[in-house]
């Protein structure tokens, strides 16, 4: 009886996780309400952001600019190897958008709300373990966690913690807690 209670359990889990995973990537897209193909589309948007290198934080938080005004998605388009890719994709996204009354400030607004701006990136957390260890210099661990405390916020100046690693930063281990 446990071990059949429990094939239940993890058979509902691929279910539930499904449901999860799929209502947040609607929020992340800006989509308000649930449609069939919701799914596929974004799964079309994660595959073309790998075959492209495309940076996931940044193509989803300048989405939200691309939301609010179809004349501003140059920023994402710009992260992609191809932009013809992101071009063919936001298409449909924009005729979705449009099903749901989206492209507008608030549709952007709660983007913003379910995409962070910044995120802890490998080379800035090995850049302030560094400082730290070897330098005695918690300055740049202090600016790190000031940035990181608002994650969803625009902060000026702090730009950098946004951007992903250039070649000679990425970080090739990580450890356990950083």
Sequence with gaps: AALKDAREAIGAFTVRFESAYTEEMRRKLGLLQSRA???ALAQD?????AR????????FRRLCDAAADPARGAPVRALFADPVAFDEWAVTWR????EDGGLDRECSAAMRAANPLFIPRNHRVEQAISAAVNDNDFVPF????TVLS?????????????????????????????
């Design 37 to 39: 193909g919701d799914l």
């Design 142 to 145: 202090e600016m790190l966690l």
């Design 52 to 59: 492209n290198s495309a940076d996931f934080t940044l193509t």
């Design 150 to 178: 608002s994650p969803y916020a625009d902060q000026p100046g702090h730009e950098i913690y946004a951007e992903p690693p250039r070649p000679d930063e990425i970080v090739q281990q990580t450890f356990c807690g950083t």
């Design 95 to 98: 005729q979705r958008l449009a």
């Design 45 to 49: 948007l994660l595959e073309r952001m």
